[in-house]
């Protein structure tokens, strides 16, 4: 690098067997985290787990957003990709088709081996050196935000198909009955009284969600 990385952005794919797949991003700027910068994306183009296609579309979508001429977000110093060289391919092939020159370089979990485009060896840094702990800990940042994100999609989606599968709640009292009582488990514990009395319940959607 030619000067040092002030705004490094950090990359990881979460999914459960290629369902509720999410991407993340985190910002550290100054070697701290810039957490009002993190976002996540929801995985638009991809079916399946296909963790090399999900990180192209991802840098896809966030280096376009650095080319608006509104609201654009500010193009990172540096990328960082949770993955081995091939995740950094799909990454690089991202950031080519957008014609960017922007440095990224992957990091691999098992031997903690920095990847650089087109090199066919690794970069080991000493485990002790301030740079490979910055790199870990942006990249175990990443992977947090993903995974939390995913959990909490993939928890939505249970309750969402529980609540699905009894005849007559539809979305709106999908929503009321978890506005109520803020979870499945505190659905279950009503009677048909108390369900019936949540706005937009009907007693008979009340007696057939008690039923179930």
Do not use: C
Not at 143 to 151: D, S
């Amino acid at each position: 690098l030619q000067a040092v990385p002030r705004r490094i952005e950090g990359f990881d794919i979460s999914n459960t067997q290629g369902a509720q797949s999410v991407a993340s991003m985190v910002v550290f700027i100054d070697g701290e985290p810039a957490k009002r910068e993190y976002r996540h994306f929801r995985i638009k183009t991809v079916q399946g787990a296909n963790d090399f296609a999900s990180m192209n579309e991802v840098l896809l979508r966030r280096l376009r957003r650095a080319q608006l001429t509104e609201n654009a977000w500010p193009m990172p110093d540096l990328i960082l990709v949770d993955g081995g060289p091939e995740q950094l391919a799909f990454a690089k092939r991202a950031r080519d088709e957008l014609g960017l020159d922007v440095p990224m370089f992957g990091l691999a979990k098992r031997l903690e081996e920095i990847w650089l485009p087109g090199e066919g060896e690794p970069v080991i840094l000493d485990k002790r050196s301030p740079a490979m702990h910055l790199i870990q800990r942006i990249r175990d940042e990443a992977h947090r935000f993903a995974i939390t994100h995913h959990r909490k999609l993939r928890g939505k989606a249970g309750i969402h198909s529980r609540l699905e599968d009894v005849p007559g709640i539809g979305p709106a009292r999908r929503r009321a009955l978890l506005a109520a009582f803020r979870s499945i488990k505190g659905i279950a514990e009503q009677d048909a009284d108390a369900l019936a009395g949540v706005p937009g319940m009907s007693r008979a959607a009340a007696q057939a969600l008690y039923d179930a």
